[in-house]
Nanobody, 116 residues
Framework: QVQLVESGGGLVQAGGSLRLSCAAS????????MGWYRQAPGKQRELVATITSGGNTNYSDSVKGRFTISRDNAKNTVYLQMNSLKPEDTAVYYC??????????WGQGTQVTVSS
């Protein structure tokens, strides 16, 4: 079992920045890929970014160049630095981790609201 706890969400004006954190605990030895997804009201959950234990990253086209995903393996924590935020970035952001047998673990989400 893996537990994921997100933090760092909040309210920010358009053009501002936020940094999300996701701390993993439990059977983390089996985790290779971690990432962030988001879900806006009335919309499907969508990929934001992923990162492997080796540091390889992938980004959604909608956030590429604005968001940066990073990982601190020693602290079992993944981060999402969000810059140049837009109102359309407003969503609940969920941390994700892929474990054994491609089982997906999810955090409970943190709300990001971009105003103006």
């Amino acid at each position: 079992q893996v537990q994921l706890v997100e933090s760092g969400g909040g309210l920010v004006q358009a053009g501002g920045s936020l940094r999300l954190s996701c701390a993993a605990s439990g059977s983390i030895f089996s985790i290779n890929v971690m990432g962030w997804y988001r879900q806006a009201p009335g919309k499907q959950r969508e990929l934001v970014a992923t990162i492997t234990s080796g540091g390889n990253t992938n980004y959604s086209d909608s956030v590429k160049g604005r968001f940066t995903i990073s990982r601190d393996n020693a602290k079992n924590t993944v981060y999402l630095q969000m810059n140049s935020l837009k109102p359309e970035d407003t969503a609940v952001y969920y941390c994700n981790a892929v474990g054994r047998y491609y089982f997906n673990y999810w955090g409970q989400g943190t709300q990001v609201t971009v105003s103006s």
